[in-house]
């Protein structure tokens, strides 16, 4: 559009014509005043706290609705306005309570701030302020109805920008009151983006209310654990007996690509971390009981096991499975310590997509795998199958908001009615369980729209004909659509001109488990293995036939072939179903925060730090790698990285070969040794532990491990600096040609909801007591008699 | 739920009045009220759905406008002006008697359910103040005692109808 010119206090500023003046105002560092106003959401012009005199109109001016227009002249900050300001914000004290000290949001409430820029502490109030009890609305949301100044944020972004209109205004004038969906209560998706968009403690969170002040927290900007979108938390820590507690998760920082959302998951789902049932402490087992050890007496015999084992019977006889939340890092060290110190290809983890079909099919077209931030912006977006509110809350947020900001087109092809289908261009029903046959018919093969039901013949070609005329379309699928199905639809996205993919997998690194190789037959980078050259000259020596996947590790033990079984944060005996039983002969490792199915049949159990206790990177599902920071702690715990190392430490193993720590190419400069800046170093390290992140000189230090990561994984070789500073980089989905060979039957994917997440779901007093909320009755056993 | 036929004549033509469904909200809501005597969950319930809105977006209108509501009503829904012309031609006298009255205080219903009882702001009937409006209909230049009057009159016909 056009450019205006406006002249603001002063200044000249010229802003697309269509600009709200308070966003030109904001454009030239001129900040105007608001509590209704929020970008991306309605006008709502409620609050008046942004009045500003606008030359040639008889009264002020609301900013946050007035749009620009040539030659238009505003003043933000005279007399005139400041008192006007400093009115409103009287008006709205009148009722409010001064109850700051004890206040949720004290030092961090819009109105506080603006009660003390604008000075209205004396009130010519003289009536008593109206009082109501604060009210539970859902076990995450509470709401303190005085504190409210109705500037209908909550309902706004509960409606336009969650789809969920769960909140709306009742009454009017003085007695209006934000009202929740169900009289008393809230029925909604409980993602709390209400409690984090109001200005005031109005609402507040049932995990976080009166249990600290925000100074006294460090805030720590990390990466969700949960799902696979990689949405940006920051989790407020403070300092418990056992370490770090991580207090709330909110996102202040609004840097990442999931910008002003969060679900439920991300905001509440920490307390994972505080549960009793959590190990903290080694155990072995002793007469058929796990019994606490020393750290020293489990690694010695982790060790001596292991390394009896590989050398009487061979690297085929251990297994080794890992796990879709440990860092890209810990993944990659866990592939080469499979193949390099245990001698055994046989490696795998819970694989919740055919990523490898997918890097095979997208090779030759390295950037045509979308981004997080590319699905908010894209012209046309088509769905197949999955349900992204459920599974992939960030992936259907941007959706919706693409659709309601860009008016974007959506296609949705489903066997269910999804919640995205509200805002669906169009929403096409097949029969279950027919994605691959709707990707193979995009793809070409006419015969497969017999499967696609009660749709004619036309109907589908007429779809496909429409999304072929939509250029730069992104096309979204999950683990429904695996092999010979995905290059076939990569196929048909090749002749859309500009078109993108996203794979979807369930767990937060579920993409990165697989981009690091954890397969039995894939090096990372989803290099064959009977093509490891690169990595056999930087590895060594390691076995060359590929080796058995979980389920063929069962069998194997079942069969007394497979003598040793190491299990880092995983549970396939819980997840996957496999036989407990048939491990009974079996040496079991298993890392883990709790004592899962796998845990419990384990000879060794070893307590790891979950995802917000450690540094690395996360690759999200579309690809974009981001870095994890550690935010709690808990003692006596340790990362799966530093129990790697020390397991092939214990092993005899060089450990400088598994972990290119310090030596040649890694040197630091640590300070002066006397004068002024003596103890530099020592600072710098204290510093550097205390985030995980030593100078790489230390073998458990994982970004030792990213320089090896980016030099031999393709499509790894992102901006280190971007990804230091917190920014998230897209990698390159780069294949060898070779992925199509998976066994499709492996796949199992998480089906969780939005109020589960595996393992760490059922120890999160967050999440169960959403769930608990919802179906209070416990669903009545049937008799059996 | 089933309306009157009259009801639904209504609701079609109005739809086609608009460019958006939900905008005929508010006559619905009126019809509906003067159909049923007052806006049960029931009808919620049916125009929510009928309009494609949640159940909270309807109950936010009601609550919004002081003439539709939630709860049952008597067959006389009494509203008495007590705005300016009306006042100082002795309003308040007359709101006073139809609480002593009817028994109830404002927002009340009789037990019998015949009468309810609302002092509201100017119904623009000023030249005839003080004024009294009884369901849809205008009551003028009353005083006590015409008030009287009038509820006798109210109260036989409903009973009467009650009797039928």
């Given at each position: 559009m056009a450019d205006v010119n406006i002249t603001v206090d002063g200044k000249k500023v010229t802003a697309p014509a269509g600009t709200l003046l308070i966003e030109a105002c904001k454009s030239v560092g001129i900040e105007v005043p608001s509590f209704c106003y929020y970008p991306n959401l309605s006008l709502q012009g409620?609050?008046?706290?942004?009045l500003v005199k606008v030359e040639k109109m008889p009264k002020l001016q609301t900013a946050c609705t007035t749009v620009i227009s040539e030659g238009m002249i505003a003043i933000t900050n005279n007399d005139e306005v400041r008192q006007a300001r400093k009115s409103m914000v009287e008006l709205l004290l009148?009722?409010?309570?001064?109850?700051c000290p004890v206040?949720?949001?004290?030092?961090?409430c819009e109105l506080q701030d603006m009660t003390f820029s604008?000075?209205?502490?004396?009130?010519k109030f003289m009536e008593a302020k109206n009082h109501k009890d604060e009210q539970q609305w859902s076990p995450v949301v509470y709401f303190?109805?005085?504190?409210?100044?109705?500037?209908y944020r909550c309902v706004r972004v509960c409606g336009?920008?969650?789809?969920?209109?769960a909140l709306g205004v009742q009454?009017?004038?003085?007695?209006s009151v934000i009202a929740p969906n169900k009289e008393d209560h809230l029925e909604c998706e409980e993602c709390g983006m209400c409690i984090d968009i109001?200005?005031?403690?109005a609402l507040t969170s049932g995990a976080y209310?009166?249990?600290?002040?925000?100074?006294?927290m460090n805030h720590v900007g990390t990466i969700c654990?949960?799902?696979?979108?990689?949405c940006k938390t920051t989790l407020g820590v403070r300092r418990s007996d056992s370490g770090m507690q991580i207090v709330r998760g909110d996102?202040?920082?609004?840097?990442?690509?999931n910008g002003d959302f969060l679900c439920i998951k991300g905001r509440y789902a920490f307390d994972f971390a505080d549960?009793?049932?959590?190990?903290?402490t080694p155990l072995i087992r002793r007469d058929g009981q796990l019994a606490p050890s020393t750290w020293e007496e489990a690694f010695e015999l982790i060790g001596k096991r292991f390394a009896e084992i590989r050398d009487k019977?061979?690297?085929?006889?251990i297994g080794v499975v890992g796990s879709n939340r440990t860092t890209n890092e810990e993944n990659y060290l866990l592939s080469k310590f499979a193949r390099v110190?245990?001698?055994?290809?046989?490696i795998d983890h819970r694989r919740t997509a055919d990523f490898p079909a997918f890097a095979a099919a997208m090779v030759g077209k390295p950037h045509a795998a979308a981004t997080m931030r590319d699905v908010f912006n894209a012209p046309a977006i088509l769905v197949i199958g999955n349900n992204p509110t459920e599974q992939h809350p960030l992936l259907a947020w941007q959706i919706r908001n693409n659709v309601r900001l860009h008016r974007a087109r959506l296609y949705v092809i489903n066997s269910r009615p999804i919640k995205l289908r509200r805002q669906a261009t169009s929403f096409t029903e097949i029969p279950q369980g027919t994605e691959g046959q709707a990707a193979a018919f995009l793809g070409?093969?006419?015969?497969?729209?017999?499967?696609?039901?009660?749709?004619s013949r036309e109907m589908w070609v007429g779809l496909r004909d429409k999304l072929r005329g939509e250029g730069k379309l992104i096309i979204i699928f999950d683990s429904a659509i695996r092999g010979k199905d995905i290059s076939a639809l990569v196929k048909f996205g090749s002749a859309v001109s500009g078109a993108k993919f996203v794979c979807l997998g369930d767990y937060s690194n579920s993409r990165g488990a697989a981009d690091m190789g954890l397969?039995?037959?894939?090096?990372?980078?989803?290099?064959p293995i009977a093509d490891a050259s690169t990595f056999k000259d930087e590895w060594g020596d390691m076995p060359t036939a590929p080796g058995l996947n979980v389920s063929q590790m069962a069998e194997a033990a079942a069969a007394g072939t497979l003598k040793g079984f190491y299990v880092v944060g995983s549970n396939p005996v819980g997840g996957?179903?496999?036989?407990?039983?048939?491990?009974?002969n079996t040496f079991v490792v298993v890392q883990d925060m709790f004592l899962t199915e796998t845990a419990q049949m384990a000879d060794v159990v070893l307590p790891s730090a979950n995802a917000y206790e450690k540094a690395g990177t996360f690759t999200n599902t579309c690809g974009d790698i981001q870095l994890v920071k550690k935010a709690g702690e808990v003692s006596d715990v340790k990362s799966d990285f530093e129990m790697i190392v020390r397991i092939a430490d214990a092993t005899g193993f060089e450990v400088r070969k598994l972990v290119p720590f310090g030596g040649r190419g890694t040197s630091a400069d640590?300070?002066?040794?006397?004068?002024?800046?003596?103890?530099e170093a020592d600072r710098h390290v204290v510093w550097l532990e205390a985030h995980g992140?030593?100078?790489?000189?230390?073998?458990?230090?994982p970004m030792a491990i990213l320089d090896e990561i980016q030099r031999l994984?393709?499509?790894?070789?992102?901006?280190r600096m971007n990804l230091l500073a917190g920014n998230d980089q897209h990698t390159t989905t780069v294949g060898?040609?070779?992925?199509?060979?998976?066994?499709?039957?492996l796949i199992a994917p998480?089906?969780?909801?939005?109020f589960t997440s595996g393992t760490l779901g059922r120890y999160s007093r967050a999440l169960n007591s959403v769930i608990e909320n919802r179906n209070p009755e416990p669903a009545e056993e049937v008799a059996a008699d | 739920m089933r309306f009157s036929d009259e009801f639904e004549g209504r609701f079609s033509e109005m739809?086609?009045?608009?460019?958006?469904?939900?905008?005929?909200l508010v006559p619905t809501l009126l019809y509906a009220q003067d159909e049923v005597g007052y806006l049960s969950d029931e009808v919620i319930a049916e125009l929510a759905t009928r309009l494609d809105l949640t159940e909270l977006e309807v109950r936010n209108v009601i609550s919004y406008?002081?003439?539709?509501?939630t709860k049952a009503r008597g067959k006389y829904n009494v509203q008495v002006c007590t705005n300016i012309s009306c006042m100082l031609r002795g309003a308040e006298e007359i709101f006073e008697h139809c609480k002593k009255r009817l028994g109830?205080?404002?927002?009340g219903t009789t037990p019998d359910n015949l009468f309810s009882l609302e002092e509201v702001e100017c119904i623009g009937a000023c030249s005839w103040a003080p004024a009294v409006q009884v369901n849809y209909d205008f009551h003028e230049n009353l005083t006590v005692d015409k008030m009287d009057q009038l509820f006798d009159e109210c109260k036989k016909e409903g009973t009467q109808l009650r009797n039928l």
């Open positions: 409620a609050c008046r706290m942004c009148g009722n409010h309570p001064l109850d206040c949720d949001a004290g030092g961090e604008y000075g209205a502490a004396e009130s303190d109805r005085p504190r409210c100044i109705l500037c336009e920008a969650m789809d969920v209109w009454n009017r004038g003085v007695v109001c200005p005031v403690g209310r009166y249990k600290t002040r925000p100074w006294e654990t949960h799902c696979g979108d990689g996102n202040r920082d609004k840097s990442g690509i549960d009793p049932q959590r190990v903290t019977e061979g690297g085929r006889a110190v245990l001698k055994t290809n046989s070409g093969d006419d015969s497969a729209a017999e499967a696609l039901g009660s749709g397969y039995p037959d894939f090096l990372p980078g989803y290099r996957l179903g496999l036989d407990p039983f048939a491990f009974s640590m300070g002066q040794s006397r004068g002024a800046q003596s103890g992140l030593e100078p790489k000189m230390s073998p458990f230090d994984v393709p499509g790894y070789d992102v901006s060898t040609g070779q992925g199509g060979v998976q066994d499709a039957k998480a089906n969780d909801n939005l | 739809l086609s009045h608009y460019p958006t469904k939900r905008s005929v406008y002081s003439m539709l509501t109830v205080g404002p927002h």
